[in-house]
C-alpha cells in the first residue's frame, strides 16, 4: 500500500474587529 | 384543557411534525433539526439564520474567503501566525460526504495572556457529530502537540468550547515550537 501525502491548504489569516468591539 | 392538548414544535412551519404537552415543548425544540442555524462563520457581522441544508452554501457564497478542501486528512497551514490581537483562521474540510468547518482562533482570554484554540464543528445535528471523531496534530522538532474529542455540531455553536477550553489550547509561547516562517501546520484528521 502506498502512501499518500495530504492534501494541503494556506489558510490566510482574518482579522475580525472584536477587539474594537469588546473595547466600547 | 392546555394539558391535555398536544400543541406543534415551534419549527412546524418549517418541517417539524412533533407534537408534545406544553409543559414539555422546550427540550426538543432546543435541539429540533428543523429549527433555525446560525453563521458558524468566527466573527460578529453575520446575522443569517438558515436551515441546516443551507449552511454550507452560505458559508461557500457569503464567505468566501473560506475554502474548502476535500479528504479526511489534510494539512492545514495557518499563515502569518504572529499577527497580533484577535484573529481567526477559517476553512471547510468535505469527508464521508459532510462539511467540516476547521477553526483557529487567537484571542485574549485573560489580559495580556493570547491563547490559540483550535476546534472543527461538524455542518450537522448534535447526533450526525456524534458518530465522527477528530485528530488535531502539531508537530514541530522532537515536540507533538495531540488534540483528539468528537466533533461540535454547529447547532451548538464554538463559545462554550472555547469557555470551557474543550478544544485543542496553547499559547503563544508553545505555539512558537510549532511554527516554521511565520506558518503554523496543524493536520486535521477526520474519522468515522
Redesign the interface.
Known amino acids: 500500500r502506498t502512501y499518500r501525502m495530504?492534501?494541503?491548504?494556506?489558510?490566510?489569516?482574518?482579522?475580525?474587529?472584536?477587539?474594537l468591539?469588546h473595547r466600547l | 384543557v392546555a394539558k391535555s392538548v398536544l400543541f406543534p414544535c415551534k419549527y412546524a412551519s418549517s418541517g417539524c411534525e412533533l407534537t408534545v404537552p406544553h409543559a414539555e415543548k422546550a427540550a426538543p425544540e432546543k435541539l429540533c433539526k428543523f429549527r433555525p442555524y446560525s453563521c458558524p462563520c468566527p466573527g460578529p457581522f453575520c446575522r443569517w439564520q438558515g436551515p441546516l441544508d443551507a449552511v454550507t452554501p452560505h458559508l461557500t457564497h457569503q464567505h468566501k474567503f473560506i475554502r474548502t478542501l476535500q479528504g479526511d486528512d489534510i494539512f492545514f497551514i495557518a499563515t502569518d501566525i504572529h499577527l497580533p490581537g484577535a484573529v481567526n483562521w477559517v476553512m471547510m474540510q468535505s469527508c464521508f460526504g459532510f462539511h467540516f468547518l476547521l477553526i483557529l482562533k487567537k484571542q485574549v482570554k485573560y489580559i495580556g495572556h493570547q491563547q490559540f484554540f483550535a476546534i472543527v464543528q461538524l455542518i450537522g445535528t448534535r447526533k450526525q457529530a456524534e458518530s465522527f471523531s477528530y485528530q488535531l496534530q502539531l508537530t514541530g522538532c522532537k515536540r507533538r502537540l495531540i488534540w483528539e474529542a468528537t466533533p461540535r455540531s454547529v447547532q451548538e455553536g464554538i463559545a462554550t468550547a472555547i469557555m470551557n477550553s474543550d478544544c485543542l489550547v496553547f499559547d503563544t509561547s508553545m505555539a512558537q515550537f510549532f511554527t516554521e516562517g511565520g506558518n503554523l501546520v496543524i493536520r486535521v484528521t477526520i474519522s468515522k
Do not use: D, H, N, Y
Open positions: 495530504p492534501k494541503e491548504i494556506r489558510v490566510e489569516p482574518q482579522k475580525f474587529a472584536e477587539e468591539i
